[in-house]
């Protein structure tokens, strides 16, 4: 069955770049989404990309997707204390817009 | 500002009690679905709902069922709260419409059952 899978934890130092990153499993994903969850809040969507494309550049957001591998990552350029954060990777199931498959779960701790 | 809400941000049940958890949505979206979070094992899908009065089983159905009689509302029941369902529940919705893309996620809600 689907599968997305993301490591648990990351700790930088401010003004670091971050990088989360993702596997899944279904090939046939239309799209990939990042979301990030803030201490007791719900999830918010912070990007996502199409599957045809390789890059999306969103100011201090860069994701890259490497269909080949099924490899997502997420890179947050000079990250600061307010990114601190968990964030999940999803993928969309094949044949169905409504339903997404998350990851785990990355935790971020930006140090300062 | 479009919005989910869920109606308790913290509940506190006893075992045994029928729990009803409210979620509201205000985008005339087709799609809702009812997630469970506990640490380490990221988010657990408990139902959805594709149309008003249809629902279908997610993951982890077992102990829940719900009910959608509106197409604005989604409700999350626990017929018999167990301690086990200690967690945090998060409604989402989404659209079926082309261009509208993942979901919009309620702030949770909280419940702890003693």
């Known amino acids: 069955g689907e599968d997305v899978e993301q490591s648990l934890f990351l700790s930088v130092r401010e003004g670091d770049s971050s990088v989360i990153n993702c596997t899944y499993t279904?090939?046939?994903?239309?799209?990939l989404y990042w979301y990030k969850q803030e201490p007791g809040a719900g999830l918010q969507l912070l990007t996502y990309?199409?599957?045809?494309?390789d890059m999306k550049q969103d100011q201090r957001l860069t994701v890259l997707l490497n269909k080949k591998d099924k490899h997502l990552s997420l890179r947050i350029a000079d990250t600061q204390t307010g990114d601190s954060a968990i964030y999940f990777c999803?993928?969309?199931?094949?044949?169905?817009?409504?339903?997404?498959?998350f990851g785990q779960g990355t935790t971020l701790q930006v140090k300062p | 500002d479009v919005k989910v809400t869920q109606s308790s941000r913290y509940l506190v049940k006893r075992t045994g009690e029928k729990v009803f958890l409210e979620c509201v949505q205000d985008?005339?979206?087709?799609?809702m679905f009812w997630y469970r979070q506990d640490p380490g094992l990221g988010l657990r899908l408990i139902y959805f709902?594709?149309?008003?009065?249809?629902?279908e089983k997610g993951d982890i159905p077992e102990g829940y069922s719900v009910s959608r009689e509106k197409k604005e509302r989604f409700s999350l029941i626990l017929e018999s709260a167990s301690t086990n369902q200690t967690s945090m529940y998060l409604c989402?919705?989404?659209?079926?419409?082309?261009?509208?893309?993942?979901?919009?996620f309620g702030s949770g809600t909280r419940l702890t059952v003693v």
């Open positions: 989402a919705s989404s659209s079926s419409r082309v261009g509208d893309y993942g979901y919009t």
């Open positions: 279904d090939s046939s994903s239309t799209y």
């Open positions: 990309i199409f599957s045809n494309m």
């Open positions: 999803a993928e969309s199931i094949s044949g169905n817009t409504g339903k997404l498959i």
């Open positions: 985008m005339d979206h087709e799609n």
């Open positions: 709902s594709y149309d008003v009065k249809m629902k």
